[in-house]
Nanobody, 114 residues
Framework: VQLVESGGGLVQPGGALRLSCAAS????????MRWYRQTPEKERELVAA????????VYPDSVKGRFTISRDNAKNTVYLQMNSLKPEDTAVYYC????????WGRGTQVTVSS
């Protein structure tokens, strides 16, 4: 089982990034997929979730209207489009899969700084 995140990097405030998480080794379409983020100062925080067939999404107020989660079950991939990025969005972003089991990726660093 693997969840491999990509797309992180350094971006200026107001910029955008698109994270991807490629899944393998399990039946991706059955799993609820989530993105979390974490900094050394804070607990891991949910930033987006999407239902197994993409019909429902959840966002906390901190990212609502700026972040969009989507999935392509044919490609076993979940995405996080992040727009209007702020310095407080700086964190390691993790991909998470949950059905009757759960799996985590290793994370990708996102740094928002001028």
């Amino acid at each position: 089982v693997q969840l491999v995140e990509s797309g992180g990097g350094l971006v200026q405030p107001g910029g955008a990034l698109r994270l991807s998480c490629a899944a393998s080794g399990f039946t991706f379409s059955r799993y609820i997929m989530r993105w979390y983020r974490q900094t050394p100062e804070k607990e891991r925080e949910l930033v987006a979730a999407i239902g197994s067939f993409g019909g429902s999404t959840v966002y906390p107020d901190s990212v609502k209207g700026r972040f969009t989660i989507s999935r392509d079950n044919a490609k076993n991939t979940v995405y996080l489009q992040m727009n209007s990025l702020k310095p407080e969005d700086t964190a390691v972003y993790y991909c998470h899969a949950q059905d009757y089991k759960e799996y985590w990726g290793r994370g990708t660093q996102v740094t928002v700084s001028s």
